[in-house]
C-alpha cells in the first residue's frame, strides 16, 4: 500500500483554508437576505472576506482549527493500522506547515501535546467497503460550536417532546434557541434520530458531509429539514447573535434503529466555518472534493 502522509496533508489543508462551494453560495445568499446596513449584514461580509483571504492565502478560515474527524472507507486487505499511523503523521506535519492550531490537549495535566495528536486524537472511523480504492471524509469541528451541541432523551415533558418527529421538532428549535448565536451562527444542524447515545452522535456529526444545499431523499424527513430550516430562522437570533434572518443555513436529518426504551435525538451545531474535505484514492491515482 503506498504511503498517503502527504495525501492526507493535503486533505488536511483543503479542509482547513477553503470553505466548500455550496457554504460560500448559502452565505453570500444569506448576506443578500439581510437588512442592508445592519449588523447580520456586516457580520456576513466579515465572513466571507475571511474566507476569500483564508482561500487566497491558504490559511486558517477560523483561528480554532477544530478537532480533525476523519471517515475512512476501505476495501479488504488494506491496512487499517497503517492508515491511522499516516493520519496521525499528516496531522503533526499539518500543524508544523500552521495549517492546524495546536489543539490536542491532555485531559488531565492540561498540557498541549503541540501536534494534533494524542489520545483517541484526531478521530477516525474506519468502515470496510466492496469498492475499489479508498475514500476519506475530514470534517474540522470547532470548539464553539461543538460546545452548543447537545442531547435530548425523548420523551421530554418540559418542552412537551414526545417519541415522534414533532417531538424532535421541537428539542432541535430548543437546541437552536438555546444557542443564541453562541457557537457562530449561522450554523448548520446534523440531527440524529435514534441508536444509543455514542452512535447517535457520531451519526449526527456525519450528518453534516452533506452538501448544505441537498435534499433528504426521505420525504418525511426532507419535510422536517425545511420547516426546521425555515423555523429556526424565524428565531432571529441571526448571524453571530447579532439579530437577523439567517441563524441557521441547513440542517440535515438522519436516523438509526434504537432500543424500544431509548428515544435520542442528538444536535450536532457547525458553525458557518462548515470545513469538511474528501479524497479518494484509486491505484496511483488521488483526486480531492
Ligand atoms: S465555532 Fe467555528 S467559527 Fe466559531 S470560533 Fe469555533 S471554529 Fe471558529
Known amino acids: 500500500m503506498q504511503d498517503l502522509t502527504d495525501a492526507f496533508v493535503e486533505l488536511i489543508r483543503r479542509a482547513a483554508t477553503l470553505l466548500p462551494a455550496d457554504m460560500e453560495r448559502a452565505l453570500r445568499k444569506a448576506r443578500e437576505d439581510e437588512e442592508p446596513g445592519s449588523a447580520a449584514e456586516g457580520a ?5 472576506q475571511n474566507v476569500e483571504m483564508s482561500r487566497a492565502k491558504s490559511t486558517p478560515i477560523c483561528q480554532d482549527t477544530g478537532t480533525p474527524i476523519f471517515t475512512i472507507h476501505y476495501p479488504l486487505g488494506v491496512s487499517t493500522r497503517k492508515l491511522a499511523d499516516q493520519i496521525r503523521r499528516a496531522c503533526a506535519i499539518a500543524t508544523e506547515k500552521a495549517y492546524l492550531r495546536p489543539n490536542a490537549v491532555d485531559s488531565l495535566t492540561g498540557k498541549n501535546s503541540g501536534d494534533n495528536t494524542g489520545i483517541d486524537f484526531p478521530t477516525m472511523h474506519f468502515e470496510e467497503w466492496d469498492e475499489e480504492g479508498i475514500k476519506v471524509d ?20 418540559d418542552l412537551g417532546a414526545g417519541r415522534d418527529l414533532e417531538g424532535v421538532r421541537r428539542v432541535v428549535l430548543d437546541a437552536v434557541h438555546k ?6 451562527a449561522p450554523g448548520v444542524l446534523g440531527v440524529a434520530v435514534g441508536g444509543d447515545r455514542g452512535s447517535s452522535y457520531i451519526k449526527s456529526k ?5 452538501p448544505v444545499d441537498d435534499t433528504n431523499e426521505d420525504p418525511k424527513l426532507a419535510e422536517l429539514e425545511d420547516r426546521l430550516l425555515e423555523e429556526g430562522n424565524e428565531l432571529g437570533i441571526g448571524p453571530m447573535g447579532f439579530g ?10 438522519g436516523t438509526l434503529h434504537r432500543l424500544p426504551a431509548s428515544y435520542f435525538v442528538s444536535v450536532a451545531y457547525m458553525c458557518w466555518a462548515n470545513r469538511r474535505a474528501s479524497m479518494r484514492v484509486v491505484g496511483e491515482e488521488i483526486t480531492y472534493a
Open 138 to 157: 475530514l470534517i474540522l469541528k470547532g470548539g464553539g460550536c461543538e460546545n452548543v451541541s447537545t442531547q435530548y432523551k425523548l420523551p421530554d415533558s
Open 206 to 210: 456525519q450528518l453534516l458531509l452533506r
Open 44 to 48: 456576513l461580509d466579515t465572513i466571507l
Open 179 to 184: 444557542a443564541q448565536g453562541l457557537g457562530c
Open 244 to 253: 437577523g434572518k439567517t441563524t441557521l443555513l441547513g440542517v440535515k436529518v
